[in-house]
Structures are given as C-alpha cells and as structure tokens.
C-alpha cells in the first residue's frame, strides 16, 4: 500500500506537470471516493482554478487552488496512483507499486479526473476504491512527518503508553507518514519485537528504532517506495530473515499483520 515515499512519488508527478494548468472540468462522480461531497460539489469550485502547489505530510497529500480557493485533499488509500496524462499520449505517474499492472491509457480504475484546458488529465487511479478526495482535508490533526520528526519527539511517540510499539509507530497524529510495511522494516532494522509495550522501550532500542526509521525512509525515497527496502520480500510464508536466514515468525500486532525475526527481535 502507498506509504510516505509512495505518496511523496505520487506528490512529485503533480508538481512536475500538474501545476498551473486551468482546470476546465471535473470528474467528482464517485461519491464514496468524493465523499462527504456529493457530485458535482468539487466541480463547482475547481473549474476555473488551477492546482498552484502542493504538499504532504506523512501520507497525506493536498493541493492550494489559489489565494481564495479551498484545499483539494488526495488521498492514495491502499492501491492509489496519480497518472497524468497529455493529449500527446505522455503520460507520468505516482503512488502504489503495482508491479507493473498498470498499462498506459487504461484509466478504467480512475476515480477522480482533472480536465485541463489544455486536454490533459490529472487521475485518482485505484483498483481497490479505497482512496478518498475532499476538500480542506484536516492535516492539521497529523504529527510530525517522519522525514523531519526530531529524535525527541519521536521518543515521546513510541514510548506513549503500553500499547505495542508497533502500534505507536502506526498512529499518525504522533508521528506521520509509517505505515505497516515500514514498521516492520523499522523494527526489524532497529531489532526490537513490534509487541514490545512502549513503555518497555530501553534508551538503546529507541535511539536504533530512530536511526532505522531515517534510514528505511531515507532508502525507500531514494530507491523507488517502500517494496525495495531489505525486509520487504521476505514477509511470507516461506520468508526467512534476511540477515541470518532464520525462518520468520507473524502475527497480529496492533491490529495489522506482521513479520518478524524471532532470532534477532527476541520475544517478550
């Protein structure tokens, strides 16, 4: 699913070739993706603006529309892509790794269309409709975005409470933008066990936690989302930790599942 460096990829492509182009129509028909809008509500005030920048935090992602317009909030869900497309057939886009699936000009799974007044398309593409556009989107409930959260406040994020550190690591008001996949590179990097309590956390695991979160973010931006990062892969049934090789162990922690290494993230 589209994690921090996914939408920031996602973020990039709007910024590149979707910036000050009018809008001249809006497909906003999907009323669960557009919701709470109904249709029509997003067309009525983005034609006739144009997208002037955009922004993210942690995995979230929204759009200025001028001086006096409203936000216009993207949200990738778990299968989302930004395709834009121009009436010359160029196309770029951003957002979840799909290994390849997507074919150019198949845009069956977009949910959200920006017309341009020059014949280009900006899409919501996502399979799975899971996505949300709206507008004025509360980003102001976030924590701090995990590329630049301070080794302080991040130890006062994992360390809240009893709760699994996992679980810490997933709530986006304290700390933005990890999701389960990077949680479990996180963890297995920094080599502490997801379900260890917070509150259990020694100085030592944090100040490896914090080095592994810069890293695995640091590498994932840099190598193309979260897939390309060392424990990914191996997060199956028949995966076995990439370090030593031990067969790994999953389960339910915080809710989602996980992986982990029970030789090198001892349990509790």
Same mark, same amino acid.
């Given at each position: 699913?589209?994690?921090?460096?996914?939408?920031?990829?996602?973020?990039?492509?709007?910024?590149?070739? %979707?910036?000050?182009?009018?809008?001249?129509?809006?497909?906003?028909?999907?009323?669960?993706?557009?919701?709470?809008?109904?249709?029509?509500?997003? +067309?009525?005030?983005?034609?006739?603006?144009?997208?002037?920048?955009?922004?993210?935090? %942690?995995?979230?992602?929204?759009?200025?529309?001028?001086?006096?317009?409203? !936000? /216009?909030?993207?949200? /990738?869900?778990?299968? #989302?892509?930004?395709?834009?497309?121009?009436?010359?057939?160029? !196309?770029?886009?951003?957002?979840?790794?799909?290994? #390849?699936?997507?074919?150019?000009?198949?845009?069956?799974?977009? +949910?959200?269309?920006? @017309?341009?007044?020059?014949?280009? +398309?900006?899409?919501?593409?996502?399979?799975?409709?899971?996505?949300?556009?709206?507008?004025?989107?509360?980003?102001?409930?976030?924590?701090?975005?995990?590329?630049?959260? @301070?080794?302080?406040?991040?130890?006062?994020?994992?360390?809240?409470?009893?709760?699994?550190?996992?679980?810490?690591?997933?709530?986006?008001? +304290?700390?933005?933008?990890?999701?389960? /996949?990077?949680?479990?590179?996180?963890?297995?990097?920094?080599?502490?066990?997801?379900?260890?309590?917070?509150?259990?956390?020694?100085?030592?695991?944090?100040?490896?936690?914090?080095?592994?979160?810069?890293?695995?973010?640091?590498?994932? /931006?840099?190598?193309?989302?979260?897939?390309?990062?060392?424990?990914?892969?191996?997060?199956?049934?028949?995966?076995?930790?990439?370090?030593? #090789?031990?067969?790994?162990?999953?389960?339910?922690? %915080?809710?989602?599942? @996980?992986?982990?290494?029970?030789?090198?993230?001892?349990?509790?």
């Amino acid at each position: 699913m589209p994690e921090l460096p996914e939408v920031e990829f996602a973020r990039s492509v709007i910024e590149r070739a %979707g910036l000050d182009r009018l809008v001249a129509d809006v497909d906003d028909t999907d009323a669960y993706v557009c919701r709470p809008h109904r249709p029509g509500d997003l +067309r009525a005030v983005l034609v006739g603006r144009s997208l002037t920048a955009v922004h993210r935090r %942690g995995k979230s992602m929204w759009c200025d529309t001028g001086a006096d317009g409203p !936000e /216009l909030g993207i949200h /990738l869900g778990m299968s #989302g892509k930004i395709v834009i497309a121009d009436p010359d057939g160029h !196309e770029i886009d951003g957002g979840d790794y799909w290994e #390849g699936r997507r074919v150019p000009g198949d845009y069956r799974w977009a +949910r959200f269309t920006l @017309t341009f007044a020059d014949g280009g +398309r900006l899409m919501l593409v996502d399979p799975r409709r899971l996505g949300r556009v709206r507008l004025n989107p509360p980003v102001g409930e976030l924590g701090p975005d995990a590329t630049a959260v @301070t080794e302080e406040a991040f130890a006062r994020a994992v360390t809240a409470g009893t709760a699994p550190v996992k679980a810490h690591l997933l709530e986006q008001h +304290r700390i933005a933008g990890i999701g389960n /996949l990077l949680a479990d590179e996180i963890l297995w990097q920094a080599m502490v066990h997801p379900a260890r309590p917070g509150d259990e956390v020694t100085r030592p695991e944090l100040k490896r936690l914090f080095a592994a979160t810069q890293d695995a973010v640091r590498d994932a /931006l840099r190598d193309g989302g979260v897939h390309t990062l060392p424990f990914i892969a191996h997060r199956r049934p028949d995966g076995r930790c990439p370090r030593d #090789g031990t067969p790994l162990a999953h389960g339910t922690i %915080g809710g989602r599942t @996980t992986w982990w290494c029970p030789q090198d993230q001892p349990g509790i």
